[in-house]
């Protein structure tokens, strides 16, 4: 990989340690103490670099690396090349992000713009605002009355952390981010552009106008969730907007009021999540997705992308297409209407000719 001024290298590894670390034997003749100066992808890799190999696109790439050793499934392991040490895991990818992060511990999550250390000057923290030791606050940053942070929080450049908001321990608010009417837990992550907290969409419509329904709810956001840049939480109407821990959440997601997320949940960009939702733990939402409101969508469930879903997903299903069902009668469908669009050209074209 090229050297970079913005991520720069910690320390570096041996193929002993990454070894240990993917739980698995060296081959025979390995010599576990050379040094692996960085990582790299298959096609760039040189003698010297890691790289990793889970996806059939890359067959051909790892089959011409040059890279010191490469992580690989098992699937793939007899492509790797002789002059390339194969560790072989299940969990190649995997093994790879806990090398990354130790080697560029920097890049783990948004850092200060300032290289802050305390409160800096040109930010505006409210007297009555509780802040532990150690938080981080950015020039241009905005701390509310009776706010509350815990230590090792960054609060990043020209963000905005509203009056009796409370923020957990080691959490990185990045920049340009606002936060109201909401309490988080520790380790939570805000990129850029998050807004969290503001009014739920809420009117009484009418003939005589719409009348703003009073947005009186929060919302909680547990330990460990990530919130990628630009997406958005609305507060709760009457009850709470939550978020379970471990939830990581693209950029560009609408969360609407009232909706609950459960733990460990995974939302890829560009979804829409309606108000009064219900997901529960474990649910992937592939990019896209429109999600109709007061709907629930049950444990492990699976949801491709740039599907709509307009009632309930029960526990452990994989739905998808507009409206989503079950994926195979949604394959059957698709294949069904192939057949007789093939038909139909078919049809015409004897038509023509006679």
Partial sequence: MAESNFFPQSRTLNLRQVAEMAQVALP????????????APLENAGPSDLAYMDNPAYVGALAATKAAACLVTPRYASKVPAGTVALVTPQAYRVFAQV?????PTAMRPESSFSAAGISPGSFVHPSARLEHGVRVDPGAVVGPHAEIGSGTLIGAHSVIGPNVRI???????ASVTVTHAYLGN???LHPGVRIGQDGFGFAMGPQGHLKVPQVGRVIIQDDVEIGANTTVDRGASRDTVIGEGTKIDNLVQIAHNV???????????????????I???????????????????????????????????AGARWGGIPARPMREWFREITALKKLASGGDSAKDDDASS
Avoid: W
Avoid at 100 to 104: G, M, N, R
Avoid at 260 to 277: F, K
């Fill in 100 to 104: 990354l992060a130790i080697l560029f």
């Fill in 280 to 314: 529960e733990d474990y649910v992937a939402i592939g990019g896209q997705v429109a999600v109709k409101g007061h709907v629930r969508i049950g444990m492990g469930a699976q949801i491709a992308a740039t599907s709509g879903v307009n009632g309930d997903v029960p």
């Fill in 28 to 39: 025979d003749g390995t010599d576990g103490e050379f040094l692996l100066r960085g990582v």
């Fill in 260 to 278: 609950v997320i459960g733990r460990h949940c995974v939302i890829v960009a560009q979804v829409g999540i309606a108000g009064s939702t219900t």
């Fill in 187 to 189: 380790r939570v992550i």
């Fill in 168 to 174: 957990g321990r080691d959490c990185s608010v990045a």
